[in-house]
Structure formats: structure tokens, C-alpha cells
């Protein structure tokens, strides 16, 4: 069963998710500049929340593989 993250952090669907939406939106160019900073900035923290979920999920596998 796959492990439960704290209620403010977002699962990896999640914030994948949310950051296809953030570029979707800044690829529009229909945004102001402070509202394309802002998305900016959360898609850049979201992109960092993914690779560390990403890496976290890579360390697992290799730790489970026969290998090592």
C-alpha cells in the first residue's frame, strides 16, 4: 500500500499535475508578469518536489532490487 504523505504536501500525481496546469497556463502568455512570476516560482518548487520524490522512489528500487 503506497505510503501517505502529510495533508499540505502533495502527492507526486499531484504536483505533476499541477505543474503541467502552471505551464499550460505560462505557455498561454495570457498572464501578467507578477502572475507569471508567481506561477514561476510554484512551478519551480514543485519541479523540486518531484525530482525529490522521484529520487526517493529510485533509492527504494535499487535498495529492493536483487542487486543492490
Not at 500500500?1 to 507526486?12: D, G, N, Q
Not at 497556463?25 to 518548487?45: M, N, P, T, V
Not at 529520487?55 to 542487486?67: C, G, I, N, R, T
Amino acid at each position: 500500500m503506497p505510503k501517505k504523505t502529510s495533508s499540505s504536501e502533495p502527492t507526486f500525481e499531484q504536483a505533476f499535475k499541477e505543474l503541467e496546469s502552471i505551464i499550460a497556463k505560462l505557455e498561454s502568455g495570457e498572464l501578467s508578469l507578477d502572475e507569471s512570476l508567481a506561477l514561476f516560482e510554484r512551478g519551480q518548487a514543485l519541479a523540486k518536489q518531484c525530482g525529490a520524490l522521484l529520487d526517493a522512489a529510485e533509492l527504494k528500487v535499487k535498495q529492493l532490487s536483487p542487486d543492490g
